[in-house]
């Protein structure tokens, strides 16, 4: 049997992590059996399905790099095939018409409420042998009345239902349109799906769908609902708690990479590592490995894992995300090497790519006025002749290179009697506008000799003037 999963989402909004990481499981699951992975999207509510959520959806796949074989597939392209296989339901007497109005419908919840009892449609059309003029039914399929239906969850376990408690769902509405628990069913039947991995909101759908899967006499997938994402306080996720865009993660700076390794992390682990590639995820991942509890997001673990990605990547392939932040606060970096200079200059330390961005604008454009307590600390009388010896030291060097200019601060500090600190701080203030750069050295080898000397010659002039 070749393993084949889906990833269905609704395109009514953005995807979320919780959506991400479904897709992730999904992916990894297909893989790491060797079988194939689909995307399908489930847009059969025009209403609220919109094109930027087809959109985003596509931008987060793509991001994550979680490619799909077949795909994407639209439910709204399949509404023919819905149709006959409910014409195929009501022929073979696992369906039927009802006539009932939403009048009657809603007198029978509320009777049923009066009573005490579990709101359900109670069947009263299953037994109609002609059709009530003036009216255009639904059409609902006909469940069990006796026996459970089993869900031997891959993630769960075993969980039994009562087919008494499940009524008989609408598969088509009146307008002919299908509904969820039905389409599923055909795309899952027709895709030949062999694994549905989902979120556990989905659990109390699920023995509909088999009983469906059973009526029409194909063999149901196995599944593995998958326990649902809680805030760090222990609440429903929400926006307040992160529950944005995938996308939105990218403009907070962060790396594709760090995100799917947070992600395989919310609810499975191998033994105690953090860290994992991609193949070392393709590898240990299984789907049976899930925790049953939820998982809390953490941000400073997310945090954690972006720095380590930053720290540890290929500078020529951070510098593209670096440029792209860069761009999105009014920055053109148009030089690459420069890119990737100031990404080797600045991976040590950064958390995300928005922080390096914004840290960095000194090194692509002139700053209009120097940070205010950077400059009542170092821009003084006092750190002239510092600033003096170094400017004649830096002038003269031939090899603007960071260790010939770490060898000429270091010069010019033993000449003054100093620490190299108090050399380098002024310095910084000097070229960088504020109180933090990477290391001199390298903040002066990336800026240039001309731009490095320019900026020494204003920050002089700026003591001399304010402190005349």
């Known amino acids: 049997m070749t393993v084949r999963t889906r990833f269905a989402p609704s395109p009514t909004g953005y995807l979320h992590i919780g959506g991400a990481r479904t897709a992730l499981f999904c992916w990894l699951y297909a893989r790491h059996h060797g079988g194939q992975f689909i995307l399908r999207i489930e847009d059969t509510d025009r209403e609220r399905s919109t094109q930027p959520a087809v959109q985003a959806i596509l931008d987060g796949m793509d991001w994550l790099d979680l490619k799909y074989d077949e795909g994407p597939i639209y439910q709204t392209q399949r509404f023919d095939r819905y149709r006959q296989v409910a014409e195929q339901l009501l022929k073979e007497g696992h369906a039927y018409h009802c006539y009932c109005s939403k009048q009657e419908l809603e007198q029978m919840r509320s009777e049923q409420q009066a009573r005490k009892q579990k709101p359900r449609y109670d069947g009263r059309?299953?037994?109609?042998?002609a059709p009530r003029p003036g009216i255009q039914p639904v059409i609902r399929f006909k469940n069990p009345v006796s026996g459970q239906t089993v869900v031997d969850d891959l993630v769960r376990g075993r969980v039994a239902f009562e087919n008494s408690e499940l009524d008989d769902l609408i598969?088509?509405?009146?307008?002919?349109?299908?509904?969820?628990?039905?389409?599923?069913?055909?795309?899952?039947?027709?895709?030949?799906?062999?694994?549905?991995?989902?979120?556990?909101?989905?659990?109390?759908?699920?023995?509909r769908q088999i009983n469906i899967f059973n009526a029409l006499g194909v063999q149901p997938p196995q599944f593995a609902h998958l326990p649902m994402i809680l805030g760090p306080d222990g609440a429903k996720l929400s926006k307040r708690h992160g529950a944005v865009?995938?996308?939105?993660?990218?403009?907070?700076?962060?790396?594709?990479?760090?995100?799917?390794?947070?992600?395989?992390?919310?609810g499975w682990s191998h033994g105690d590592q953090e860290i994992f590639?991609?193949?070392?995820?393709l590898k240990y991942f299984d789907i049976q490995d899930v925790n049953k509890s939820a998982s809390a997001i953490n941000p400073e673990k997310l945090l954690w894992l972006n720095q380590h990605y930053i720290k540890s990547g290929d500078p020529h392939k951070l510098a593209l995300e670096l440029g792209?932040?860069?761009?999105?606060?009014g920055v053109q970096?148009?030089?690459?090497?420069?890119?990737?200079?100031?990404?080797?200059?600045?991976?040590?330390?950064?958390?995300?790519?928005?922080?390096?961005?914004?840290?960095?604008?000194?090194?692509?454009?002139?700053?209009?006025?120097?940070?205010?307590?950077?400059?009542?600390?170092?821009l003084v009388v006092d750190n002239l002749p510092a600033l003096h010896d170094i400017r004649v030291r830096l002038a003269q060097l031939n090899d603007w290179c960071a260790p010939a200019l770490h060898d000429?601060?270091?010069?010019?500090?033993?000449?003054?009697?100093?620490?190299?600190?108090?050399?380098?701080?002024?310095?910084?203030?000097?070229?960088?506008?504020?109180?933090?750069?990477?290391?001199?050295?390298?903040?002066?080898?990336?800026?240039?000799?001309?731009?490095?000397?320019?900026?020494?010659?204003?920050?002089?002039?700026?003591?001399?003037?304010?402190?005349?």
């Open 277 to 281: 590639t991609r193949d070392e995820m």
């Open 408 to 468: 000429a601060l270091q010069a010019a500090a033993g000449a003054l009697g100093l620490k190299l600190g108090k050399v380098a701080q002024p310095l910084r203030v000097a070229v960088s506008g504020g109180g933090v750069s990477p290391p001199m050295d390298m903040t002066l080898e990336v800026l240039g000799r001309e731009t490095s000397l320019a900026r020494l010659d204003r920050a002089i002039r700026w003591i001399e003037t304010h402190h005349s």
């Open 333 to 378: 970096a148009k030089d690459d090497a420069k890119l990737i200079a100031v990404v080797r200059a600045q991976q040590e330390r950064a958390k995300t790519f928005k922080e390096m961005a914004q840290v960095s604008r000194f090194f692509f454009e002139e700053f209009s006025d120097y940070e205010p307590k950077a400059a009542e600390k170092n």
């Open 171 to 207: 598969i088509a509405r009146s307008d002919g349109t299908p509904t969820y628990n039905f389409t599923v069913v055909v795309d899952d039947m027709d895709m030949r799906i062999t694994h549905v991995i989902r979120g556990d909101d989905h659990l109390n759908n699920t023995p």
């Open 125 to 129: 059309c299953r037994q109609l042998t």
């Open 245 to 266: 865009s995938v996308m939105q993660y990218r403009e907070e700076g962060f790396l594709p990479e760090a995100l799917i390794n947070y992600l395989v992390r919310l």
């Open 324 to 329: 792209w932040q860069l761009a999105r606060i």
